[in-house]
């Protein structure tokens, strides 16, 4: 993945130093799989994509439930580190370094694919075509989680944006440790979705505020669930 699309702090300091290989899914991944996975299809031959899957703690989840899994990471401390869990516990994974805007994989064949919190971390222009790459892979009525984040999350300042809200040198906030992120709002949520036949099914902003630590200030994002049309 080129340092254009994958910013290198996430393999420098952050995956690399051991921080943030969670080992453990996220509940919303856990939610929707288990809400949204085709009935019309055998668990074992039910295909799963996570694009920027980081240390496979969400496909872990779904490979034990008997998920055919598959993860993409431009970090490769994250992806042997998923390789690693995986062969030790015996699990079926493919974990590639790459990049989830030119996805290696053929048309139509996943059925669900997965973004949690990834996608935001990549200016506007590529996270619309890390989701077009996330439609082509997925199967017609294939499902795709989307988490991103809002303009209303305390580390977005206008001040900081590209004009397209993305902020290179974030400081402030949760995620002052991720350097560079893109907040969204509703024009920018419909150009990411709106260049391909998705059919949306929730779209949910979730908005946090911790009172106890007032440096955390507001966290703020969106949870996209969306469909395959035609």
Known sequence: ???????????????????QLNR???DSVVSF??????????????????????????????????FQVSGIDGSKTAIDFAKNRFKEEKLSGDFIVGDFTNLPYEDN??????D??????????????????????????GLFFSNLYSVEHTSF?????????FCANITQGTIRDAKAT???????????????????????????????????GTLAQWIVIARKGK
């Open 24 to 26: 453990y899914p996220y």
């Open 157 to 165: 300042t206008e001040e900081e944006s590209d004009g397209n809200g």
């Open 116 to 141: 949690r919190g990834s996608i935001t971390c990549v200016p506007l222009e590529y996270g619309i075509k890390a989701i077009e790459e996330a439609y082509r892979v997925l199967a017609p009525g």
């Open 109 to 114: 064949h996943f059925q669900i694919a997965i």
């Open 1 to 19: 993945m080129s340092q254009t699309i994958f910013n290198p702090h996430w393999e420098n300091n952050i995956y690399s130093q051991n921080q």
């Open 33 to 66: 799989v288990y809400r949204f996975h085709p009935r019309n299809i055998p668990i074992s031959d039910t295909k799963i994509i996570e694009v920027g899957c980081g240390s496979g703690n969400n496909l872990w989840f779904a490979a034990r439930e008997g």
């Open 182 to 216: 893109c907040f969204y709002n509703e024009e920018r949520m419909k150009k990411a979705f709106g260049s391909r036949e998705w059919v949306i099914l929730s779209k949910r902003k979730i908005i946090d505020h911790d009172f106890i630590n007032e440096s955390y």
